[in-house]
């Protein structure tokens, strides 16, 4: 790995192994800086019919023991379930962009269009994905911030 000013870094792959998660099969492999160094990642995958899903996880190793068990658990209770109407509904829209189609986060109407809002369906699971996604990549940049900051002052 490269980061943006040039620094080079290995991963240091912990573990990469096949699990079985509630029925259904998973790849599973633990990374020491695969990402952000000095962050233990996991990365969780699987394909279902139509879909593939990713589950990661990136904390600092200086905290990793304290959480990882209550990470294990949520990586076991994961389900992966395949609905062909979100499916559909995805792929008539493949082109759109997450963040200005009327769902996304920059496209939302204007308190102002009352009546429009109460004719657009809101909550579908396609909008409810690309709100986690957005929310998941903020939050891991804030993180990195913060990781690149408390480092340049040790």
């Known amino acids: 790995m490269r980061d943006l000013v040039g620094n080079t870094y290995m991963t240091d ?6 699990k079985l998660i509630r029925n259904w099969w998973w790849m599973d492999s633990l990374q020491m800086g695969s990402e952000v160094p000095g962050f233990v990642s996991r ?22 023991p ?4 209550t990470l294990d658990k949520m990586i076991e209770s994961t389900e992966l379930r395949f609905d062909p109407k979100a499916f559909d509904e995805i792929m008539r829209n493949r ?6 189609n009327k769902g996304g986060l920059l496209g939302r109407r204007s308190p102002g269009s009352v009546q429009e809002n ?5 909550g579908t699971s396609s909008e409810l994905i690309q709100t ?3 929310v998941a990549l903020i939050v891991a940049a ?10 340049g002052m040790s």
Do not use: C
């Not at 304290?66 to 068990?69: C, H, I, L, S, T």
């Not at 082109?95 to 200005?100: E, G």
């Open 118 to 122: 109460a004719k657009t369906p809101t």
């Open 142 to 151: 804030i993180g990195y911030i913060i990781y690149r900051k408390r480092k």
């Open 95 to 100: 082109n759109s962009n997450i963040l200005a």
């Open 66 to 69: 304290k959480w990882a068990d």
């Open 43 to 64: 990365y969780v995958v699987s394909i279902k019919e139509q879909i593939a899903a990713m589950i990661s996880y990136h904390v600092a190793e200086s905290v990793f």
């Open 13 to 18: 792959i912990k573990y990469t192994k096949k």
């Open 132 to 134: 986690i996604s957005i």
